[in-house]
């Protein structure tokens, strides 16, 4: 029996250390690296003719996503929304992963229906390096509140990075009508997420947290409570009897 248990834990161990063993490529990456391609995630490709190379990892991409989060969670604190600490970072981490799994997951079926030459990975990284905009974006206007400065920084900045994805998406796509279905849409989703990330996100919170929470109860004061007037002949016959008793 001990033998069998021993087996057991060491081919439980094995599994384990090889199922992290597989994702490790996709890790392996130099900040060197990384630092070209957040470069290169702002800049739109020209030649569209032969498809492009896409980074095959997913360390900049996921540290791109966690940095939006520090800065939705930023942006929250800013403002005068006062909530449950717990509250806000989960709300931050499920937006924020949501629509790179989720966005990403749809556009590789999609990429799919229009025989695109793409896989989940890769998709994965596009997209995760098109964050790079948006995190920007929202950190300068953040901090600098004019809805015009945003809208420069979303044409320009959001502009760009969703340009370089779709290059690269039409690079990888042949026909006229598929480029037109898959580029379109992702054009659409990522532009629109910064909108939203800008005037709808905080509002979207403060309502679930109302739901969650409650709303907020002013704070309970303590009120003095009415005491009756005694007259006086009843003040002067208790002194009296009291001085008897003596």
Same mark, same amino acid.
């Given at each position: 029996?001990?033998?069998?248990?021993?087996?057991?834990?060491?081919?439980?161990?094995?599994?384990?250390?090889?199922?992290?063993?597989?994702?490790?490529?996709?890790?392996?990456?130099?900040?060197?690296?990384?630092?070209?391609?957040?470069?290169?995630?702002?800049?739109?490709?020209?030649?569209?003719?032969?498809?492009?190379?896409?980074?095959?990892?997913?360390?900049?991409?996921?540290?791109? &996503?966690?940095?939006?989060?520090?800065?939705?969670?930023?942006?929250?604190?800013?403002?005068?929304?006062?909530?449950?600490?717990?509250?806000?970072?989960?709300?931050?981490?499920?937006?924020?992963?949501?629509?790179?799994?989720?966005?990403?997951?749809?556009?590789?079926?999609?990429?799919?229906?229009?025989?695109?030459?793409?896989?989940?990975?890769?998709?994965?990284?596009?997209?995760?390096?098109?964050?790079?905009?948006?995190?920007?974006?929202?950190?300068?206007?953040?901090?600098?509140?004019?809805?015009?400065?945003?809208?420069?920084?979303?044409?320009?900045?959001?502009?760009?990075?969703?340009?370089?994805? &779709?290059?690269?998406?039409?690079?990888?796509?042949?026909?006229?009508?598929?480029?037109?279905?898959?580029?379109?849409?992702?054009?659409?989703?990522?532009?629109?997420?910064?909108?939203?990330?800008?005037?709808?996100?905080?509002? &979207?919170?403060?309502?679930?947290?109302?739901?969650?929470?409650?709303?907020?109860?002013?704070?309970?004061?303590?009120?003095?409570?009415?005491?009756?007037?005694?007259?006086?002949?009843?003040?002067?016959?208790?002194?009296?009897?009291?001085?008897?008793?003596?």
């Amino acid at each position: 029996q001990m033998w069998q248990v021993g087996k057991r834990q060491a081919s439980r161990a094995f599994s384990l250390y090889a199922n992290i063993d597989i994702l490790r490529p996709y890790f392996d990456v130099e900040p060197v690296q990384v630092r070209a391609r957040l470069l290169e995630s702002m800049i739109p490709v020209k030649m569209i003719n032969f498809p492009q190379k896409i980074a095959g990892e997913l360390y900049g991409p996921l540290m791109l &996503v966690f940095t939006l989060v520090a800065i939705l969670l930023h942006g929250m604190k800013t403002s005068d929304t006062i909530i449950r600490e717990g509250t806000l970072m989960g709300t931050a981490i499920g937006t924020c992963f949501g629509y790179w799994l989720g966005v990403s997951s749809f556009m590789y079926f999609l990429a799919y229906l229009c025989n695109a030459q793409i896989t989940m990975v890769q998709m994965l990284s596009l997209l995760g390096y098109g964050l790079f905009g948006h995190c920007i974006t929202l950190l300068v206007t953040y901090n600098i509140h004019f809805h015009s400065l945003f809208y420069i920084f979303w044409l320009v900045v959001g502009g760009l990075s969703t340009l370089r994805m &779709v290059a690269v998406l039409v690079s990888r796509t042949v026909g006229h009508t598929q480029r037109l279905i898959l580029c379109g849409t992702l054009a659409a989703l990522h532009m629109l997420f910064l909108l939203y990330l800008h005037f709808a996100y905080h509002k &979207v919170v403060e309502g679930i947290l109302d739901t969650l929470e409650g709303p907020n109860m002013p704070p309970f004061q303590r009120v003095a409570r009415d005491i009756p007037v005694v007259s006086n002949a009843v003040l002067n016959t208790t002194a009296k009897a009291i001085a008897l008793t003596l």
